[in-house]
């Protein structure tokens, strides 16, 4: 039976059929359907990781346990795991394990473009990479498979494109994998000094035949077409590629590491030689480095996505087609009633810097608002601003670091420890909306549920943030403007770490309102204070001010900011 499928739910499904029984992740854009769609199967034991590093270890222990595992996250959550993976490839698994990677080329909803090959080729691991979601379901019953006959975990790349595109895929039926009972092996299992240094010399074994054996893997194959020029492509670029140019093409399913002599062999048959690949030039500087001449970079850069009109522009000239309609900027902007807006005003009419973290919180930095001041990664804000505290750079000026609770938990919990152990008087915001808003509403050690909705030990942020020692911790409605606005002057002036949680849950948790706010005309003075937040249910229609009805969620920030008491509660909110 074959059915239209979105490429994570087919990986998912991949480890399903492949008789994977563990799967732990973090959410990522664009990996994050991948353990949800997991999360259906009763089959897998699924859940929701703290971060990635803690995702990684989960399958390693699960691998070395005797079982198939996997993790999943987005590409810059490699930073995160890479610890355990770099170590994990020299004591290799147990049963199968497969790290599944989405990249994001175009940077879509990341702060960077980095490019994952080259962590395969720093852990010195095999990758592969799909180009439909056949081949993702295909790839990676074939990971596990590779990953147990090479004794090495198995990375698989996806790109935001690849992820989020649909093709027909063949279901088949689950394959069960018998259990691997763990048999003691202190020189293959403790990586210290003495063993690993042995490891390392195994490692190196592995990869070179891996780079041998991958020269007649039908993972890669060879379409003939026009000799006049060859294309060496993988991913989401071969079906640019294959719609763009007649070229012959060799498509590269196995990414790292990549069969130079198969390629040599292509080469010699077509009259040139292109590599044309999205972000860096992985395989261009190895086959430039193996002597087999090619061109691509210098004439299709580095940055961004490509397409087949891009191709066909950068290849043969052709014009790129224009819209013949002027589609509307519509910029990301936090949703109507998100509890965080009202915490950004007041810290903007404060004159604070801030420190900001990844979440929903970042578009704090949008225009009207544009009250982040800075943000770098997960868990950053509250280092940075640390970091800030010890340098004295601010004097008469005050920082605040703002970080959701998600992401406090992933990476904020150490830097408040690291504040406190090192006498900071640093302040943090966690502006805790009861879930993990940024990728979807996943659950979080702080929500209470695990990733099947199944009750479980809620983390208390107020009891953790004591334990570690934070001398003030104090909690507020972030819908309570005054309230909010007291509180980070009464914080900010302490000479101590102190911690403000901001709590109030995402508006769309329970998509229940009261009837919409209106705006009486008649008390209206147009002055546009309630611009201020940048709320998308008040519009400014010529002059005149009003609220929409249809996005108005009745969270009342807005009525707070009005002082000719013109904004009242409506009458519907249909």
Not at 348 to 377: E, F, H, N, R
């Amino acid at each position: 039976m074959k059915r239209l499928m979105l490429t994570n739910e087919a990986v998912a499904r991949g480890a399903y059929e492949a008789g994977v029984k563990v799967v732990s992740s973090y959410p990522g854009t664009p990996s994050t359907e991948i353990t949800e769609f997991i999360s259906k199967y009763n089959e897998i034991y699924s859940e929701w990781a703290p971060n990635e590093k803690v995702a990684c270890e989960v399958a390693v222990g699960a691998s070395l346990a005797g079982v198939r595992s996997m993790c999943c996250m987005k590409h810059v959550g490699v930073n995160v795991a890479a610890d355990p993976l770099f170590t994990a490839a020299y004591t290799g698994v147990g049963r199968g394990m497969v790290l599944v990677v989405a990249d994001d080329p175009a940077m879509h909803s990341s702060q960077n473009e980095q490019d994952s090959r080259f962590y395969a080729r720093s852990a010195h691991v095999p990758m592969l990479e799909p180009a439909d979601s056949q081949e993702a379901k295909d790839f990676v019953k074939r990971a596990y498979e590779i990953s147990e006959e090479y004794d090495t975990p198995v990375m698989l790349r996806l790109t935001t494109r690849i992820a989020h595109s649909q093709s027909f895929v063949e279901l088949l039926d689950r394959q069960e994998v018998e259990k691997k009972e763990f048999s003691k092996d202190i020189a293959k299992y403790v990586m210290m000094p003495q063993f690993a240094r042995k490891r390392h010399v195994y490692v190196e074994q592995r990869e070179n035949k891996l780079a041998s054996d991958c020269n007649v893997s039908d993972l890669n194959r060879v379409e003939m077409r026009s000799t006049k020029l060859g294309i060496v492509c993988a991913g989401a670029v071969y079906q640019y590629v294959k719609e763009a140019t007649d070229a012959s093409i060799f498509k590269l399913g196995m990414v790292y590491p990549i069969p130079m002599d198969a390629i040599r062999e292509f080469a010699s048959k077509v009259d040139k030689l292109m590599v044309v690949e999205e972000l860096e030039p992985f395989f261009e500087n190895q086959l430039k480095a193996h002597g087999i001449a090619c061109s691509g970079k210098e004439l299709l850069g580095k940055q961004g996505e490509y397409s087949s009109a891009y191709l066909r522009n950068k290849l043969y000239g052709t014009e790129m087609v224009k819209a013949t309609t002027e589609v509307p900027m519509r910029p990301p902007v936090m949703c109507a009633g998100c509890p965080h807006r009202g915490v950004f005003y007041i810290l903007k009419k404060l004159g604070m810097v801030v420190s900001g973290d990844i979440g929903c919180y970042t578009l704090g930095a949008q225009a009207p608002l544009s009250a982040v001041d800075m943000c770098v990664c997960m868990g950053a804000s509250i280092g940075m601003a640390h970091g800030f505290d010890k340098a004295e750079s601010m004097h008469a000026r005050k920082m605040v670091a703002v970080i959701g609770d998600s992401t406090f938990i992933h990476s904020g919990i150490t830097n408040v420890i690291n504040a406190v152990y090192n006498q900071g008087t640093s302040t943090t915001i966690i502006l805790d909306n009861s879930i993990t808003g940024m990728t979807g509403h996943q659950q979080n050690p702080a929500t209470g549920k695990t990733l099947k909705g199944d009750p479980t030990a809620k983390l208390d942020l107020e009891a953790l943030l004591k334990a570690v020692g934070v001398p003030s911790v104090v909690v507020v409605d972030a819908y309570d403007l005054k309230e909010v606005e007291r509180v980070v002057k009464e914080e900010t002036a302490k000479e101590v770490v102190s911690v403000i949680i901001a709590r109030r849950p995402c508006i769309l948790l329970t998509k229940k309102y009261p009837p919409a706010f209106s705006i009486d005309s008649d008390k209206c003075k147009k002055c546009k204070a309630c611009l201020k937040i940048g709320c998308p249910a008040i519009e400014n229609i010529g002059g005149s001010i009003r609220i929409n009805k249809e996005l108005c969620v009745a969270c009342g920030v807005c009525k707070q900011l009005c002082k000719f008491d013109a904004i009242e509660e409506g009458k519907t909110n249909a």
